[in-house]
């Protein structure tokens, strides 16, 4: 049975208020910063799960809405993003950026020992590894072909959409915990107290918006979307191929950096928190429609091999983000923050970091640079370099 989309738009509102019903009334899911659309997205697939086996009905969600909000999303971080602080950011993006290639190395070697242990081919490990984890959905299917034609491997369909799938569950609460020992642990504060890039924090999601702020930021984040859109299809036709939300990030990257500058009597969104809310939305929906969406169904029949590959990711992903990446970014608040997306990037998604991120800023304070940096590297630097390490794996033993 396939929901048609404006129905699945209107349901992740409801899944969305669900999310904030529940983290509002239950203190544990406040305390450990586990993303609203999260807790009531994982509630909506199981209830789809059990519909399957009662009643052999498929729930079939239309997402067409729900890439464009992941744009939306981005775009509002680039209009956040001076180009003076992220130029501050430079050194710790390229120390991130090398950690989490470190990591995607580590993580394929794992894969790799698992599969073994169960008698596995070893392209299974890689497939349980960078491709599914932290490549996501995505890389899993466009790789499935070269499994299975080149390796062998039958369903890889199944064992990485499986793999991507538990990865990004994992991925989505990870990230709260960790930053919320680290930031407890070592008793980290934000430098400066303000306003967090995406959403309101938790006592003033109240406040009043003066409407002409909020359609100026909604106004921006189009044009934005325009710009990027641009940029896109000149990188198409140079060869390079770009996801649009990381090309609206550079196009809003652009506009924050040169018109305010020109203009400097324009009112402009930045820090504003009209866009923080429509940021904390677009992704909350965004998030809401991908839990929801999950078809848990398809993955029983691989169960055993693939907990064991994600039990042992998941142990590996932990300890490298509370020992390795918290060391490397400077063991302060912004370093946390970090780590908490450092949880989604290695074994989720772009969004998933970005999600865990916001859960800890709302309730502990703004991370600026936290907020440009994960987004590169996970958006742009990992997609490249998880193609190589991919191919380098896979010629290994081929």
Request: charged share 10%; net charge neutral; proline share 4%.
């Amino acid at each position: 049975m396939e929901i048609p989309a404006i129905t699945t738009f209107n349901l992740a509102i409801l899944v969305l208020f669900l999310g904030k019903l529940l983290n509002s009334r239950i203190p544990l899911l406040r305390q450990y910063n586990i993303p609203e659309p999260v807790t009531s997205g994982l509630m909506v697939c199981l209830v789809t799960w059990v519909v399957y086996l009662v009643f052999d009905v498929q729930l079939v969600f239309d997402l067409r809405a729900r890439d464009i909000l992941l744009v939306y999303f981005f775009a509002g971080i680039g209009l956040n993003s001076d180009l003076r602080s992220l130029l501050t950011g430079g050194l710790p993006l390229v120390i991130l950026i090398a950690a989490t290639v470190v990591f995607m190395f580590l993580q394929n070697l794992t894969g790799l020992g698992v599969a073994s242990l169960f008698g596995l081919e070893k392209a299974v490990g890689v497939l349980g590894g960078t491709t599914s984890l932290i490549g996501g959905h995505g890389t899993a299917i466009a790789w499935t072909p070269t499994f299975r034609d080149e390796y062998g491997i039958a369903n890889a369909s199944e064992i990485g959409i499986a793999c991507a799938t538990f990865g990004l569950i994992l991925a989505s609460v990870m990230g709260g915990p960790i930053a919320n020992f680290l930031i407890s642990r070592h008793k980290l504060e934000p430098k400066r107290i303000e306003q967090p890039d995406v959403g309101l924090a938790h006592e003033t999601e109240d406040t009043q918006i003066n409407v002409y702020s909020f359609l100026g930021a909604w106004l921006l984040l189009n044009v934005s979307l325009t710009l990027g859109k641009g940029i896109q299809e000149a990188l198409a036709q140079a060869g390079l191929q770009l996801p649009l939300f990381v090309c609206s990030l550079f196009g809003a990257i652009i506009l924050t950096n040169t018109i305010p500058r020109l203009f400097p009597k324009l009112a402009w969104p930045s820090r504003t928190r009209s866009l923080a809310l429509i940021s904390d939305i677009c992704l909350g929906m965004f998030l809401a429609m991908s839990m929801m969406s999950l078809q848990l169904w398809t993955l029983s029949d691989l169960a055993g091999p693939i907990f064991a590959i994600l039990a042992a990711q998941f142990a590996i992903a932990f300890c490298f983000a509370l020992f390795v990446v918290f060391r490397l970014m400077g063991r302060d608040y912004e370093a946390a923050v970090i780590c908490s997306g450092f949880g989604g990037i290695s074994l989720g998604s772009t969004p998933t970091a970005m999600a865990n991120m916001t859960a800890v800023a709302k309730k502990y304070g703004a991370a600026h640079k936290a907020f440009i940096i994960v987004p590169l590297v996970c958006g742009f630097f990992v997609d490249i370099a998880n193609a190589i390490i991919i191919k380098a794996f896979l010629g290994w033993f081929g």
